[in-house]
């Protein structure tokens, strides 16, 4: 996970050069980074237990995304003004 650091700016006098080091106490401490941890060991846990979640997904899910990730391309292309002359759903 990519972390962003904080803007800062140190001032020196006139003339002079400086030299600073910024210190930071809170690393790796967001809400993401506690999440990125927990979620997948709950997630881990919770399959342990119940057996449902190891089933495989039901192979029409596949076939709504698609349908979805079509529609939404098409909608792109209408919204952008690309040629829309045929559908996408058409590719299926």
């Known amino acids: 996970m990519r972390h962003a650091g904080t803007i800062h700016q140190a001032e020196a006098l ?48 596949f076939d709504h995304m698609v349908r979805l990730s079509c529609t939404l391309l098409w909608s792109a292309c209408v919204a952008h003004g690309i040629d829309s002359s045929f559908t996408w759903l058409e590719l299926l």
Request: some cysteine; aromatic content about 2%; hydrophobic content about 50%.
């Open 14 to 61: 006139p003339c002079e050069h400086s030299l600073h080091l910024t210190v930071s106490a809170c690393q790796r401490n967001t809400w993401a980074d506690l999440l990125a941890v927990a979620l997948p060991r709950a997630l881990e846990l919770a399959a342990e237990e119940n057996q449902a979640l190891r089933h495989a997904l039901p192979r029409i899910l």
